[in-house]
């Protein structure tokens, strides 16, 4: 605050207020300056409150995306940490009424007795339990039949020698050699039964070619090498191949196709596994994950049905196929986001029980024949899902939240489909 002159007489007037307008325009100086520096840092406290709430947002992103796995996002189930101990239920569904267990209907295998065992040996009592007499001989009143299924060491291979003899003929005197079979070309070879088990330990049953030799030689006696066994996949590859191409077709033709990719090790490095499939058809291949390699499968290029797929852009070229969002993943990325923020998010919990429902619905009318939902069922499908926007935290357009949830889509097992 700057001093202020002291009283003068009055002939000092002049001199008074000139000193008085000199003061002013000094603590105008010094207001003006403090309304500077408190524009000042109101602007450095508003930059660090938008930089505070950015980095909140990023660090909320980061917490959610540590939070992903293979439950909630596109990673494989090998990507989980095993040190990460997962909810006991992380479904949005309503649990069941189904009890534990093996469900009336369903395919058994319980163990029955056979009526003509290899062994049967008897049990009989050396003495009478009350008296102590001896029952040798004595008369069987009843008998109670329990058996007992064992694994018996495997027998040893069975030898087959191929005797292919030369003889002269005594006519004309020219020697002939006997045919052998078309299958025998080596001086000693495994036969068509030991390479249909080798190639079901080593494909069908997705076994290490060293594990599946060391358990051939246990199952069967054959004492094979891990060589051999790599041999007879590549050669079980060669004979399905037609197979194959007649699958392909197949799928060709099917209204809808399944496709996916995982990462797995092949060939000493790593590489997806395409698949395209229906229920009742797959084909796989191994590839990257470029437009060429999931081409390479022979399906899905040219394909005009309908693809369900997760959200990966690498099928984006399929532009003749209608695509569909696959129902499980969407109901990962609703519980993602609700598991994330209960409260604001209630939108997504409902319309994860739209899906389920619709879904549902959709698995029963094709169970009973029927072509396609009731009016009825429609109608209920699109209020729920209006009302589930309507829950919807950020804005939604007037013309998207009056469209019907099947305008421009189709559900396919609890799928939204849409043209790219």
């Known amino acids: 605050m700057p001093d202020l002159p002291a009283e003068p007489a009055g002939e000092d007037l002049p ?132 058996q007992e299924f064992e694994i018996v060491p495997p027998p040893p291979p069975r030898v087959t020698e191929y005797q292919v003899q030369a003889r002269a003929c005594g006519r004309c005197g020219a020697v002939s050699a006997g045919p052998a079979p078309a299958r025998i070309t080596g001086r000693a070879q495994y036969g068509p039964g030991a390479h249909a088990q080798a190639a079901n330990l080593a494909s069908a049953q997705h076994i290490p070619v060293a594990r599946a030799a060391q358990l051939m030689g246990d199952m069967t006696g054959l004492r094979v090498s891990a060589g051999w066994m790599a041999g007879v996949r590549h050669k079980a590859a060669g004979k399905l191949e037609p197979f194959v191409d007649h699958v392909r077709g197949l799928l060709r033709q099917a209204g809808v196709i399944y496709a996916d990719e995982t990462p797995a090790r092949t060939a000493g490095h790593l590489e997806y596994v395409h698949v395209a499939c229906t229920g009742y058809l797959t084909a796989m291949h191994t590839g990257g994950r470029s437009a060429a390699d999931i081409d390479a499968g022979g399906v899905l290029d040219g394909y005009t049905g309908v693809i369900v797929r997760d959200g990966y852009a690498g099928y984006s070229h399929l532009t003749d196929a209608l695509h569909a969002w696959c129902g499980a993943r969407n109901l990962r990325d609703l519980r993602d986001l609700y598991t994330f923020d209960p409260g604001g998010q209630l939108w997504a919990r409902s319309m994860a029980d739209l899906l389920i429902h619709a879904n549902a619905a959709a698995t029963a009318a094709r169970a009973a024949g029927q072509p396609r939902l009731t009016g009825e069922q429609m109608a209920q499908i699109s209020a729920w899902y209006r009302g589930a926007v309507a829950k919807k935290a950020s804005p939604i357009t007037r013309e998207n939240a009056a469209r019907p949830p099947w305008t421009g889509y189709a559900w396919h097992g609890g799928s939204a489909t849409t043209r790219t």
């Not at 406290?45 to 947002?57: P, Q």
């Not at 909630?72 to 990507?79: A, E, I």
């Not at 102590?132 to 008369?139: E, F, N, P, T, V």
Request: charged share 30%.
């Open 15 to 146: 001199a008074l207020v000139a000193a008085l307008r000199a003061a002013n325009a000094r603590l105008r100086e010094v207001i003006e300056a403090k309304d500077a520096q408190l524009a000042a840092d109101g602007a450095a406290l508003e930059a660090a409150e938008a930089r505070f709430t950015e980095l909140s947002g990023r660090v909320a992103e980061l917490e959610r995306r540590l939070g992903e796995d293979s439950g909630t996002s596109s990673r494989p189930p090998s990507s989980d940490s095993p040190y990460k101990k997962k909810p006991r239920d992380r479904s949005l569904r309503e649990r069941g009424g189904r009890s534990r267990g093996k469900q009336p209907g369903a395919q058994s295998s319980t163990l029955r007795q056979v009526a003509d065992p290899d062994e049967v040996v008897v049990c009989f009592p050396a003495a009478c339990g009350r008296c102590g007499a001896d029952l040798a001989g004595a008369r069987v009143t009843c008998a109670q039949k329990l």
